[in-house]
């Protein structure tokens, strides 16, 4: 048996979230605990229409994130850059919570398509936004859409896939940003220097009906209606709504205490914490913060993967662009290799032969995130050739694709099946908010250092060879985070007596 099977009675005493034998997926899926594939007749239209989703949101990722240089040049707003990031991530954050609750209560169906109807309504409003505030706006609608969606497709997979199905169908998530990495800063690219960045923004939305058309129908025969059909229908707990509004609320008064740079922020900053520490207490499993052994490490472990992988990755475009002169197409492309790796890195976890070695893999993938991280700000340097940010994020890319599927997996492991909602929102609100604090903390420094004045040369393809420092700033601490994700990857496991 793996050492990172749940643990039985009389495990360590460390684990503070009771994890309890390996969970079934729930009554839908319950027939199918050792045979079938994702691509059965049984599975199918769900696994088609699913990634189908994820292949969306991957490509407005890519595509927009290729864009937003310009964006922040023409509306006037580089030294707002890291907040049409972290606005995001911020209204995600409650969202994540409403979702749980949600599909926990009626089947994850109502959040997915009232999430992908935001993330399109968010997308337009950034599209058409005249201010840079007004675009940062549409990015925290966007992000409503975008936490509703990634909850409710974690509680489809935990009810509608047997577990030795779920790494595969989680290979599958991360092999659809293959396409969409390749193609979309090129896309991008193209777009915004012959059309304008705004087309990028309001042609994505026609794209949402797609993958909805297909996904809904199969999620409605496989995965709708409450875990337990027979228990009564658990009442919305207002408590942990509030704590929710109040997670959002303070990331969002940490961003911005963050950018402003004055004595006065501090006002913000204060109101921030107060309102973070204990919704961070009461959202998120007892002892996540002390990394606790299982669930809470899972956790944890997700927040500082994709938290110092998010903050680092915002910047590179904009690096490139401004420091090296790269058009912004190839600074978009710069990172198109990475999803590959990604997928490679998903696809490794995914083999049976891995399972006993999982915890050694998510080391291996952090320590390779971490020193990705830290070699992509070389090319400050003017001697070193600007292809090492694509060869350093390939390698970032594949640690990544290894650490974020195997925490998926090892969550909806020790989650039963009327707990994958709470939990998964659980999981994905320790990733939003290591995204907004450590872009916060990202944004400050950047700014701080200057970085705002290297906003004149976004359109310029010429390099500006000033503030090379506010790049570093960013990128070095981040890759301290993620190589104290390499310990936490060390405690993923529970320990037996």
Known sequence: MSALEPREAGADVDTDVATGPAHSPGPRAAHDDTKGSVLDSDHRALSIGIVSVVLLIAFEATAVGTAMPVAARELNGVSLYAFAFSAYFTTSLFAMVLAGQWSDRSGPLA??????????????????????????????????????????????????????????IMAAFAASWVVPSVVGPLASGTITEHLGWRWVFVGIPVLVVFPLALALPAIRRTASGPADPQAPVTPWDRRRIALAL??????????????????????????????????????????????????????????????????????????????????????????????????????????????????????????????????????????????????????????????????????????????????????????????????????????????GAVGHAVNAHATTGSHPTAFAAVFLPMAAVAAAGAWVATRLHVARM
């Open 111 to 168: 959040s997915l398509t009232a999430g992908m109807s935001a993330f399109a309504a968010g997308l337009f409003l950034s599209g058409t936004a005249g201010t840079m505030w007004l675009f940062i706006l549409g990015r925290a609608v966007q992000g409503l859409g975008g936490g509703l969606v990634i909850v409710a497709l974690y509680v489809v997979v935990s009810r509608a896939y047997a577990e030795h199905l779920r790494p595969a």
């Open 246 to 451: 109040a997670i959002s609320a303070g990331a969002g008064l940490l961003q911005y205490a963050g950018q402003e740079l004055r004595w006065l922020s501090l006002l913000p900053a204060a109101a921030g914490v107060a309102l973070l520490v204990p919704a961070v207490r009461g959202l998120l499993p007892r002892g996540t913060v002390r990394a606790a052994r299982g669930l809470p490490s899972v956790i944890l472990l997700r927040g500082i993967a994709a938290g110092s992988f998010i903050a680092a990755e915002s910047f590179v475009p904009l690096m490139l662009v401004t420091q090296r002169g790269l058009s912004v197409t190839l600074a978009g492309l710069s990172l198109a290799v990475g999803g590959l790796t990604w997928a490679l890195g998903s696809w490794i976890q995914a083999r049976p032969w891995t399972e006993p070695y999982r915890e050694r893999l998510v080391v291996l993938g952090m320590v390779l995130v971490a020193l990705a991280i830290a070699a992509a700000p070389s090319v400050l340097i003017t001697a070193v050739p600007v292809w090492v940010v694509a060869a350093a994020w390939a390698v970032g890319c594949l640690g990544m694709g290894a650490v974020i599927s195997s925490t998926s997996v090892l969550l909806l492991k020790l989650s039963a099946p009327e707990e994958a909602g709470a939990n998964s929102a659980a999981l994905q609100i320790s990733d939003g908010l290591s995204n907004v604090l450590l872009l916060a903390i990202g944004g400050a420094a950047f700014a701080a250092l200057g970085g």
